[in-house]
């Protein structure tokens, strides 16, 4: 139980394009979405809150032009990484909480690679 | 700035050994300590998490031991695998918000 997907797992684009990455909750309604990039070797981070049905809450100094969120129902959300450069590139992963389960627990997705050229 | 201080980060540990990660934090209002397992490529799993009101949980050939006066936990793998090798994150959060990550303990068990 509690499975998060992601996809895709791997993407390449082309700088100035746009990339869409969905994060599904499989097997749970979640109505708190979050997502983090992780650069290698490093942590963690959060880049924005995402309840289903409202605004992101982003973390400070993630562009919220340039990521942009959307959590349309209680199993998906969606970052779209607009106008993409070199340094974009990244692990994107997201993560949510099964208020039926643990309203404390965060479970995460497979992740998806984003590589910019 | 870095709420949740974890350390090492990098541990060698023989098969069979106990592996020690150590994670520190700072705010009282805290209530939720995960681990979680990391390999590469792969996003982070749960482990095994602790409340403030336990002073330790066991899972299997995990535990976590937490010290609230001390503000600090810590993560015990027993008879550590290769398999065990990954990395490793402590995470702590307050009611209704994300979680708050160290900064991960490259953990390599050698056969």
């Known amino acids: 139980g509690a499975v998060v997907s992601q996809h895709p797992s791997w993407v390449i684009c082309k700088s100035g394009t746009s990339v869409k990455i969905e994060c599904r909750s499989l097997?749970?309604?979640?109505?708190?979405m979050f997502w983090y990039r992780q650069f290698p070797k490093q942590s963690l981070m959060l880049m924005a809150t995402?309840?289903?049905?409202?605004?992101?809450?982003?973390e400070q100094g993630v562009e919220k032009d340039k990521f942009l969120i959307n959590h349309a129902s209680l199993t998906l959300s969606t970052l779209t990484v607009t106008s993409a450069h070199p340094e974009d590139s990244s692990f994107y992963i997201c993560?949510?909480?099964?208020?039926?389960?643990?309203?404390?627990?965060?479970?995460f997705g497979p992740g998806t690679r984003l590589t910019v050229l | 700035q870095q709420q949740v201080k974890q350390s090492p980060q990098s541990l060698i540990v023989q098969k069979g050994g106990i592996s020690i990660i150590n994670c520190a934090y700072e705010?009282?209002?805290?209530?939720?300590f995960p681990w979680y397992q990391q390999f590469p490529g792969k996003g982070p799993a749960l482990l095994i998490a602790?409340?403030?009101?336990?002073s330790e949980k066991k899972e299997g050939r995990f535990t976590i031991s937490f010290n609230k006066s001390a503000k600090q936990f810590s993560l015990h793998i027993m008879d550590s695998q290769p398999g065990d090798s990954a990395t490793y994150f402590c995470?702590?959060?307050?009611?209704?918000?994300?979680?708050?990550f160290g900064k991960g303990t490259s953990l390599l068990v050698t056969p």
């Open positions: 995402s309840n289903e049905g409202s605004k992101a809450t982003y």
């Open positions: 993560s949510a909480r099964d208020p039926g389960r643990n309203t404390d627990t965060q479970y």
């Open positions: 602790i409340r403030p009101d336990v």
């Open positions: 097997d749970f309604q979640a109505t708190t």
């Open positions: 705010n009282t209002a805290f209530d939720y």
């Open positions: 995470a702590a959060s307050r009611p209704g918000y994300a979680l708050n």
